[in-house]
């Protein structure tokens, strides 16, 4: 079944705590990106990657570190999270590198930093 | 800059209603792509429709219908006869064709259909 996993799906961690939440794709697709959803915000870009080891920044990088060594995996790392890094993460990928492709979601990861 | 506005943060119909909802967007782009997603409260994310900037052809799939505008920048969305089952928040996507892969949404609006 083509699809986007992550994990963890659920969370719970103290400030200063460095996590990893991965995410992983089996469509082979060359695009993937890591958004934020918050009340009243929708969702945010966080990084994206074009290919491998090429990935840049989206709108609120900040506090957020990726990176793509393999075509299917695309982990994003908080080195210290904060509170405000509480919220919904969505990983997603789509295939080839124009915009015009439909993005296919992972099932999301909801964070609480305490 | 990009910028996609969904105005209604909140909209309530009982079943059979038709009901549409807004999506404005500002690019300086003249290729760009449009996207509307759907998040059921199960939680993920579904793609619903594309639509390219040069296709400004209205599409129906069923009961739902999307009317593009460059005029009014606009791409809005229409559930006819809505159902229970169309309760979920719906999300707005542009993304341009150059400078860079970004994409943004807009900040959603939660459907809810009474019985």
């Known amino acids: 079944e083509a699809q986007v996993t992550q994990n963890p799906r659920y969370l719970i961690t103290v400030t200063g705590k460095k996590l990893t939440v991965t995410c992983s794709q089996n469509m082979n697709h060359e695009y993937m990106s890591w958004y934020r959803q918050d009340p009243g915000l929708g969702l945010r870009q966080i990084y994206y990657?074009?290919?491998?080891?090429?990935?840049d920044k989206g709108d609120v990088p900040e506090g957020y570190k990726v990176s793509r060594k393999e075509k299917r995996n695309f982990p994003l790392i908080l080195e210290s999270p904060s509170p405000n890094q509480t919220s919904l993460y969505f990983c997603?990928?789509?295939f080839g590198t124009g915009s015009y492709n439909e993005q296919f979601f992972g099932p999301g990861t909801r964070l609480t930093v305490l | 800059a990009q910028k996609v506005t969904q105005a209604q943060t909140e909209i309530s119909v009982v079943e059979k209603e038709d009901v549409t909802l807004d999506c404005v967007y500002e690019?300086?782009?003249?290729?760009?792509?449009l996207f509307w997603y759907k998040q059921p409260p199960s939680g993920e994310l579904v793609f619903l429709i594309r639509r390219n900037s040069f296709d400004e052809q209205n599409e129906i799939s069923g009961r739902y219908s999307w009317n593009f505008q460059k005029s009014t920048s606009s791409f809005n969305f229409t559930i006819t006869a809505s159902q229970v089952v169309d309760s979920a928040v719906y999300f707005c996507a542009l993304s341009e064709a150059a400078g860079g892969f970004k994409t943004i949404f807009g900040a959603g609006t939660r459907l809810f259909v009474k019985a």
């Open positions: 997603a990928s789509r």
């Open positions: 690019t300086r782009d003249t290729t760009y792509y």
């Open positions: 990657s074009m290919n491998v080891e090429v990935t």
